[in-house]
Structure formats: structure tokens, C-alpha cells
């Protein structure tokens, strides 16, 4: 009978598990058609992007029902609890992280016109670092390998430092050129998005190494986004905008 229990309590984390999984494979090809979407402005690829939501919704949805399930039934300890309560964990971020990438094709459903000097480069650069993260965070907790995902953790401030610069470079483009406004406002919300994209596979890395060590790490996490107090100069040929016209 015992043996019985404990063979059904490990099919039902399996079916969690593959759950899970299916739908990390699914989170990274919404943010890397998000990402296409965006660079090649690609409304039909965009829309399908958008469409595609549902089924991580979903999926959040059903995971979250059989760990529920799993602890009520089986009253799970240990490795086994910390196991349940990471795939809900897990499953939380990797529907916002859905949520973010469908954002970011409802913004290339705006942008019709080529972004300004390289700013769509350095988008697509950001968007191919935040992939990759998220893949290997994917990776190291399919693996449950905790220093696979601090590898992750530790280089988030590389994101940030990417979504820094991109900010100032938008900014400039504005004050610059007013026409470039709506463009580079659509393209600001674009980087602000896949800069929390990258939060979220540091929040899973987080998740992979209460599960592993069953402790949560004992350090600030490292963050380098410094946009909230960037300030720019407005060029000197501008027109202040305290000027009138003349007494």
C-alpha cells in the first residue's frame, strides 16, 4: 500500500513537471516571437504572438490546481514540498513573463516606420540576451543544477546595463527630434518589458536554489538599472523651455 502512495504521489509530480516544462517551451517562443515581431516589425507574426497567450494562461492555471491538489492529498515534506511549491512558483513567473512578451507584440503592432540610428540593433540585442537567459534558467531547473541558475542570477546587471543604455540613447532621439517621439515611447515600453522578462528568470533562479539547497540566497540581488534618476541635458541649440517671446 505504501509503495502504492508513493508511486502515485511521483506520477503526479511528473505530470506537474511536464507541465511545466511545456509551458517554459512555450514562454520562450512567445518572447522570441515577440522579439522577431518587434525587430522586423511583423504585425501577422505579432498578432499571432498575442494569440498565443492563452495557452500559458492556462497552463498557469492547471499547474497551479494539481500542486494544490498534490499538497492537500499527499501533505508533501521536505524536497517533495519544496518541489510542489516551486512549480507554482515557477509557473507564476512564466506567465508573466507571457504576459510581458505579449505586450511587447502588441507594440510592434504600432510601430510602422524604421526605429531611429541603432536603437532597433540594440533592442534586438537586449531581447537575444533576455532569450538566452531565460533558456538557460529553463535548463538549470529542468536539470535542478543550482549553479547553472546563479550563473543566470549573477548576470541579470548585464540586462540592466543594456536597458540603461538604451533608455538614454531613446531619450536623446526625442529631445533631438520630436517627430521620433511615438516611435521611441512605444520602443521604451519594449525595453522596460524584456528588462522585467529578465527579472523574472532571476526570480526562477531564486526558485531553483530554494529548491535545490532548500535556502534562499543570502546576498541582495545585483541590479543595474539606474534609469529612474538618469537626467539628460537638452542640446545647446535647443530652445529652452522657459523661453518666450522677447520684452
Not at 518572447?31 to 494569440?51: F, H, K
Not at 499527499?74 to 505579449?102: C, F, H, V, W, Y
Amino acid at each position: 500500500m505504501q509503495g502504492h502512495i508513493v508511486s502515485s504521489f511521483e506520477e503526479a509530480l511528473d505530470r506537474i513537471n511536464e507541465s511545466l516544462a511545456r509551458m517554459g517551451g512555450l514562454a520562450e517562443r512567445q518572447l522570441a516571437d515577440s522579439i522577431d515581431a518587434i525587430t522586423r516589425r511583423d504585425r501577422t507574426l505579432a498578432e499571432q504572438t498575442i494569440a498565443s497567450d492563452k495557452q500559458i494562461d492556462e497552463l498557469e492555471v492547471d499547474i497551479e490546481a494539481q500542486a494544490l491538489r498534490l499538497i492537500a492529498l499527499r501533505q508533501p515534506m521536505a524536497i517533495d514540498l519544496r518541489e510542489t511549491i516551486s512549480a507554482i512558483k515557477i509557473s507564476s513567473d512564466l506567465e508573466r513573463i507571457g504576459d510581458l512578451a505579449k505586450n511587447i507584440a502588441k507594440r510592434a503592432q504600432a510601430v510602422d516606420q524604421a526605429s531611429p540610428g541603432r536603437a532597433m540593433q540594440g533592442l534586438g540585442r537586449m531581447g537575444r540576451q533576455v532569450l538566452t537567459q531565460l533558456k538557460e534558467v529553463l535548463d538549470a531547473y529542468a536539470q535542478r543544477d543550482h549553479e547553472r541558475a546563479m550563473v543566470v542570477w549573477r548576470r541579470d546587471e548585464e540586462i540592466d546595463e543594456m536597458y540603461n543604455s538604451l533608455f538614454r540613447e531613446l531619450l536623446t532621439y526625442m529631445m533631438e527630434d520630436p517627430r521620433t517621439i511615438s516611435l521611441c515611447t512605444h520602443l521604451l515600453f519594449v525595453a522596460k518589458n524584456l528588462e522585467r522578462i529578465g527579472d523574472h528568470s532571476t526570480n526562477i533562479a531564486e526558485t531553483i536554489q530554494f529548491l535545490v539547497k532548500g535556502e534562499n540566497i543570502g546576498q541582495n540581488r545585483p541590479k543595474g538599472d539606474t534609469t529612474s534618476v538618469t537626467t539628460l541635458e537638452y542640446p545647446k541649440d535647443m530652445p529652452s523651455k522657459d523661453a518666450g517671446t522677447a520684452e
